[in-house]
């Protein structure tokens, strides 16, 4: 099926290190790909998202990647802070209807 | 003001009984969903609404069934509960409708628990 499948599932870093969360996925027709921030008791918040025809975007401590080719986006969060602790989805849209489609999750810890 | 709110936060019932989840937006959105998040986190796409008409259903139990009486509503009637339903239930809405997406906007969830 059109999956998405998202590495690692916990990750675990002290303050000021940096983070990556990473993404594959498997329809070559997938054109939008979002990261989103789920907080303990609150609902997912967009935090960046990509385009198929950009390879990067850039916002403040947060950079997300593209490898088309490859079928691969990356979430960089540099200079960790412990409010960055959640859990962080990955999405894609998928099929003929650009349904949006999430990884697993990756629960951070940023620990001080 | 909150953008997409949705009632009640927890909601603790007995199998077999027969509950409602309501959810509204003032965004002025175009498309409305239905997610379903288990306990490992897994975030699912239920139903999409939109302008009042159904776009996605994906394989839900016919126990489920959303009702828009107008664009900025959605809610979620369950009949028959079974344990298995017990999840965190998401509203979301979206400007626009597929293939034009833009970003979704979610609730901040009901946690449904059937005892």
């Known amino acids: 099926g059109e999956n998405v499948e998202q590495h690692p599932s916990t990750l675990s870093v002290q303050e000021g290190d940096s983070a990556v969360i990473k993404c594959t996925y498997s329809d070559s027709a997938s054109n939008y790909f979002p990261w989103y921030k789920q907080e303990l008791g609150k609902g997912p918040q967009l935090i960046i998202d990509?385009?198929?025809?950009?390879g990067e975007k850039k916002d403040q401590r947060i950079a997300v990647t593209l490898n088309k080719t490859a079928k691969h986006f990356s979430l960089h969060i540099t200079e960790t802070q412990p409010e960055d602790s959640a859990v962080y989805f990955c999405?894609?849209?998928?099929?003929?209807?650009?349904?949006?489609?999430f990884g697993a999750g990756t629960r951070l810890t940023v620990k001080p | 003001d909150t953008a997409v709110s949705q009632t009640p936060k927890y909601l603790v019932t007995q199998m077999g009984n027969d509950k409602s989840i309501k959810c509204e937006q003032n965004l002025g959105h175009d498309t409305m969903y239905w997610y379903k998040q288990d306990s490992k986190k897994f975030l699912k796409i239920m139903f999409s609404?939109?302008?009042?008409?159904?776009?996605i259903n994906e394989t839900v139990p016919n126990r489920f069934s959303p009702k828009s009486p107008d664009k900025a509503h959605l809610n979620l009637h369950i009949n028959s509960l079974e344990l298995g339903d017990s999840a965190v239930y998401f509203c979301a809405s979206s400007q626009y409708r597929a293939p034009t997406n833009e970003k979704l906007f979610f609730g901040s969830g009901t946690q449904l628990s059937v005892l």
């Open positions: 990509i385009r198929s025809n950009v």
């Open positions: 609404y939109n302008n009042k008409e159904l776009i």
């Open positions: 999405a894609a849209t998928v099929g003929p209807n650009n349904d949006m489609r």
